[in-house]
């Protein structure tokens, strides 16, 4: 057989994974992840903010670009690639295709109508490379998986696939953990899904330390009587010990006995030193009791009080969508069967810890944590892609009832009463006092003693032969003459992830460090109002660089 690739790509709210493999025997030869978006913004609504304002073409080359980068990555020969297939959101597909967007960013059809937009057919598709600028063998085949419907994406159902909830009777509750989660409650194999905007605090981004969940990253906390045994990816994505930290003083208590150094701590350690601190009385929302007003965990990582009330949002979105689920459904969550947790940050958290935050039901009693479905569902087309029309046949058989969560009036009231517990300190009790006055039920008891099923080591599970790679820097740069700028750099110092220069009046940001609609700090503290974000404009094929 001639040598032939295939790859595999898992395009996410906050980075690119993908896969490099070998089809003479399916083996993995290699893997790479980026460590960030190409476009500007922390969520998903950001990409398309960007995407509807800046311009579509703008966004997709950015994508495209970053997919080209990530595949030159992987080390295999690009003309011997003849498969290639890719799984994310429809916000992700859309951008990848360069098709229609416009009709994701509105709700009804009055706006679009208006405006004459005709939302695109995403059903199952295969492209060739050149439809879509990227940079592989011609003649290889692109295999785009369908969504379930335009709301509810491939991600959502390659976890609904993957663990198998809509072949079987009883109730499930499935979620992809990430910046944009997507939770789908199962009901005898009818689907009631939502897309939680939970956070980037999810993925460890708008975290002063924040990482996604990679080689250094902080995954974990266990406590070591009042101390905490840290807990770090290597460069094989296993978990190690770190150090047992004083996280009050900040003292090591005992060093680690291996190499692998702590960079930042990703979302699943948050929700960890989150429930720990929580547990032990070093934290009362919105206060951490230490002198620095800190945790301080392991070589200089730390996290602070802002920090934690980002985590609070962000969980506070998880819950409010779960009891909007069983309330628009009309179940209660003791009927739910079983919990699956996708994804890398549903992969590594502590589901005990999930429990008591709010992460998953408290009384949730059979959990599966199933890893990177996404990505999964991408291998199993490229290895067989007969089954790319099996997928279709599914997704066209599934009965979905798509939740809004920005228009529910549930979610409304709900997401109110979170805000409350992370912002103001309200006590649960009080909370169950609300929930109950509204008629929608009390919050579940904590299941202590649950039934934790976790089917890999990794949420890769094999990185393959020539090992894991990451690209730290996947965007380009935005610039844009200010007219009438002063050079005060009021912009570029307010800049939370310091993405901004500007210099005699020309403002160049770095794309995968802006968070783009979601922030825009930059445009509100200019003191004469003429930095306007949105005439930023794309600089064709030029590489990220370090500013």
């Not at 993957?162 to 009777?169: A, I, P």
């Amino acid at each position: 057989m001639a040598e032939e690739y295939a790859i595999a790509m898992d395009i996410g709210t906050s980075g690119i994974r993908a896969q490099a493999i070998d089809l003479a025997d399916n083996s993995t030869i290699s893997t790479t992840v980026t460590l960030r978006h190409p476009i500007p913004g922390a969520n998903v609504m950001d990409h398309l903010h960007f995407a509807v304002n800046v311009g579509g073409d703008q966004a997709h080359q950015l994508l495209i670009e970053a997919v080209n980068k990530v595949v030159d990555q992987l080390g295999v020969d690009k003309t011997k690639i003849t498969r290639f297939a890719v799984c994310g959101n429809p916000i992700q597909l859309s951008l990848f295709q360069n098709i229609e967007i416009r009709d994701l960013a509105f709700w009804g059809t009055n706006a679009m109508e208006r405006l004459n937009i005709t939302p695109p057919k995403r059903n199952s598709q295969i492209v060739k490379p050149a439809d879509i600028d990227l940079d592989i063998n011609p003649d290889a085949e692109v295999y785009i998986p369908p969504a379930i419907k335009h709301e509810i994406g491939a991600d959502a159902l390659a976890m609904l696939v993957k663990s198998d909830v809509v072949n079987r009777e009883g109730i499930y509750l499935v979620s992809d953990f990430g910046t944009n989660a997507e939770i789908a409650l199962v009901i005898d194999g009818e689907i009631y899904s939502c897309s939680a905007a939970a956070g980037p605090a999810m993925e460890g981004q708008a975290i002063e330390c924040g990482m996604l969940a990679s080689p250094g990253a902080i995954s974990d906390v266990a406590p070591e009587g009042d101390d905490w045994q840290i807990k770090v990816l290597n460069e094989n994505l296993k978990v190690v010990d770190g150090d047992v930290m004083d996280v009050v003083e900040g003292n090591v208590i005992k060093e680690r006995d291996n190499d692998t150094k702590a960079r930042g701590i990703t979302g699943t350690g948050v929700i960890s030193a989150y429930s720990l601190g929580t547990e032990q009385g070093i934290i009362s929302i919105p206060d951490i009791k230490s002198p620095n007003n800190q945790l301080n965990l392991q070589d200089d990582v730390y996290l602070s009080e802002k920090d934690l009330t980002e985590i609070g949002k962000a969980l506070g979105a998880f819950r409010a969508a779960h009891i909007t689920l069983c309330v628009e459904s009309g179940i209660d969550f003791d009927d739910i069967d079983a919990v699956y947790m996708a994804g890398a940050s549903g992969f590594y958290v502590d589901p005990l810890k999930s429990l008591t935050v709010g992460q998953i039901p408290a009384n949730s009693w059979d959990i599966y944590q199933i890893g990177n479905t996404s990505l999964a569902m991408a291998r199993d087309i490229v290895e067989n892609p007969d089954l790319l029309q099996e997928l279709q046949e599914v997704a066209d058989g599934m009965q979905g009832n798509h939740i809004t969560l920005a228009t529910s009036e549930v979610f409304e009231k709900i997401y109110g009463l979170e805000l409350a517990v992370c912002e103001q300190n309200m006590p649960l009790w009080k909370y169950d006092e609300w929930l109950e006055s509204y008629g929608y039920g009390n919050l579940p008891e904590l299941e202590e003693d649950p039934e934790i099923h976790r089917l890999y080591e990794s949420d890769i599970p094999d990185i393959g032969i020539n090992g894991l790679s990451i690209i730290e820097e996947v965007g380009t740069k935005l610039e844009n003459k200010v007219e009438g700028c002063i050079n005060c750099k009021a912009c570029e110092n307010e800049c939370p992830e310091n993405a901004l220069k500007i210099e005699d009046g020309v403002a160049t940001i770095r794309s995968d460090y802006c968070n783009g609609s979601a922030c825009l700090r930059c445009e509100r503290i200019c003191p004469d109002k003429v930095f306007l974000y949105e005439k930023l404009f794309y600089i064709q094929g030029e590489e990220a660089t370090q500013l």
